[in-house]
């Protein structure tokens, strides 16, 4: 491969690899804001990626909403979910030991893969084209308007939590429930309600994404949710679970990964390249790329 | 203000507090002391409702609080600054502050606190800015009792605010309890430092392995014998 050819090439799997990790950040910001909150991994937080499509497809075939409309029912059902799946399955083990509520986790993984097959049978299905997909040819590279709806999408998304966490109210009690929540109670907050919402926040990205990749693929099935899920673990554990800017940048990391190892290589590698990196990572540097510990002092 | 009366506080199978009773009037300052592991801090953590008593009631201003939820506790003016500062370490320390105020909404009633509180402790408003987890033990005790004012309490609940800090900072600490005292705000108090606690105190109670073994005023237990030889050197 000579070196114009390499660099095209370069830029074309860059170009598709930050499209695809953006949907890994959102699944991922999920995984580390319950991680950082109730120190739970969510096992079932890929199935709430795969409700989310399903949500997004009842809402295009079924409700003939457009793309917008669709995506934020979307996003609103599975808040919804979220919310009922931690009150009813992690909230009555909350002191119980940590391996017993992760068991329930991954209960809670099968109970809605399966239950998914039972309401929608274990058949994939076509995902409608909500808008029309443009190809651009630009300087001999391909981009699709899809993947730019996508990145667009993922990055307001990403922007509005940040700020949301950041600037409000809301956000400042959950960063203080994550850091400590007794000190967190003894301020006057109700740390249940917090975790409502940090499953409500996270679950609503997830379903995000959901609709986002089922637009691009345009297929969907129950089980959709397991890999994005798995792949999407590793990038929160690459950028330092619980942390939320590193969640988006381990998504981005792992997707353009994955993106190089497919366009050089093959796209057998794909998902070995994802699970090298978790192998890596916690080899030499388990906190994960933004991971430090600040102490007190005393 | 405050009435604990014979709770009994157990982790697991440890039974931790047993038949402790606690009576703080409205104005005063009671201190808690005992040594290490007596249950002090277990104690502060039931009234504030971080632990649920297996027996007992804790009344107050006359309302039940025993198993209500902490975060409602403080809404009723009870806060506590808690054992080792417990500062959110990744906020700056006006973000601290402001989660202080977290149950109000008195914008302007907020604001003037802040003031209050920035004047007792200057040092603060020099650092607003500033990341809590970087400063000193001192400053950081400072913030917790200045996060805790931000609440308003009518009864406040210190967890050893001493700890770990050189003399004249100990002493500067307790000037502030004081003032803190004077301007309304009813303390409790809990101190391995019985010496000092003392010297403010109005009433005492003695912790020891979790019963109450001596109360009284703090003048006649910084003068009784056994206090004495226990806790204050001879
Ligand atoms: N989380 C806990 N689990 C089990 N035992 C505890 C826990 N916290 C404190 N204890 C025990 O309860 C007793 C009282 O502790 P504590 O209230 O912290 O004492 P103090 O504040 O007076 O030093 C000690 O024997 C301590 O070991
Ligand atoms: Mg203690």
């Not at chain 2, 054992?83 to 008195?106: I, P």
Request: with cysteine; glycine share 10%.
């Amino acid at each position: 491969m000579d070196m114009g050819s390499f660099l095209h090439q370069f830029v074309q799997q860059l170009i598709n690899g930050v499209s695809l990790g953006s949907i890994y950040a959102l699944i991922a910001l999920g995984y580390t804001m319950i991680y950082g909150i109730i120190k739970l991994i969510n096992f079932a937080h890929g199935d709430i990626y795969m409700l989310g499509a399903y949500f997004g497809f009842v809402a295009t075939t079924m409700l003939g909403l457009s793309f917008l409309p669709a995506l934020v029912f979307a996003m609103a059902a599975a808040a919804v979910a979220g919310i009922v799946i931690e009150r009813v399955a992690y909230r009555p083990m909350r002191n119980a030991p940590r391996i017993a509520i992760l068991i329930t986790a991954i209960g809670v993984s099968f109970f809605l893969e399966y239950g998914m097959i039972l309401i929608a049978t274990p058949q994939p299905r076509t995902f409608p084209a909500v808008f029309d997909a443009t190809v651009y040819n630009v300087a001999g590279l391909v981009i699709n308007s899809q993947q730019i709806v996508i990145l667009g999408s993922a990055l307001v998304l990403m922007a509005a939590l940040t700020y949301i966490v950041n600037h409000t109210k809301a956000g400042k009690a959950m960063r203080a429930v994550s850091f400590d929540m007794d000190a967190a109670q003894l301020m006057g907050i109700n740390i249940d309600k917090v975790i409502s919402m940090t499953f409500a926040l996270g679950s609503s990205l997830a379903a995000a994404a959901g609709v986002l990749v089922s637009i691009y693929y345009n297929s969907i099935d129950p089980l959709m949710g397991m890999m994005p899920g798995m792949k999407a673990f590793v990038a929160a554990v690459l950028g330092g679970i619980g942390i939320i800017p590193g969640a988006m940048l381990g998504g981005i990391i792992m997707g353009v990964v994955e993106a190089m190892v497919s366009g050089f290589f093959s796209s057998t590698f794909r998902d070995a390249a994802a699970f090298g990196i978790l192998i890596l990572i916690l080899l030499y540097k388990p906190s994960g790329l933004l991971g430090k510990n600040i102490r007190e002092k005393v | 203000m405050l009435k604990v009366d014979n709770i009994d506080v157990y982790y697991g199978a440890i039974h931790a507090i047993k038949g402790v009773s606690i009576q703080v009037a409205k104005g005063e300052i009671v201190t808690l002391v005992g040594s290490n592991g007596a249950g002090k801090s277990t104690t502060l953590r039931t009234i504030s409702g971080l632990l649920k008593p297996k027996n007992g009631t804790i009344l107050f201003e006359d309302n039940h609080i025993e198993g209500m939820s902490a975060h409602k506790i403080v809404g009723m003016g009870l806060c506590q600054v808690p054992e080792g500062r417990r500062v959110f370490a990744n906020m700056t320390v006006m973000e601290n502050l402001e989660l202080g105020a977290y149950l109000r909404s008195d914008k302007d009633e907020i604001a003037k606190d802040l003031e209050d509180v920035f004047k007792k402790f200057p040092r603060l408003l020099e650092r607003k800015e500033q990341v809590s987890g970087t400063l000193s033990g001192g400053e950081q005790q400072m913030l917790a009792m200045g996060r805790a004012l931000m609440g308003r309490p009518r009864l406040l609940l210190l967890d050893e605010p001493s700890m770990g800090l050189a003399p004249l900072l100990v002493k500067e600490i307790f000037h502030i309890i004081q003032e803190i005292n004077e301007s309304g705000t009813t303390v409790l108090l809990v101190e391995q430092n019985a010496n000092m606690a003392l010297s403010i105190a109005d009433k005492a109670y003695v912790l020891e392995t979790g019963r109450i073994a001596l109360a009284g005023t703090a003048k006649e237990l910084a003068s009784s014998e056994a206090v004495r030889k226990a806790y204050l050197g001879g």
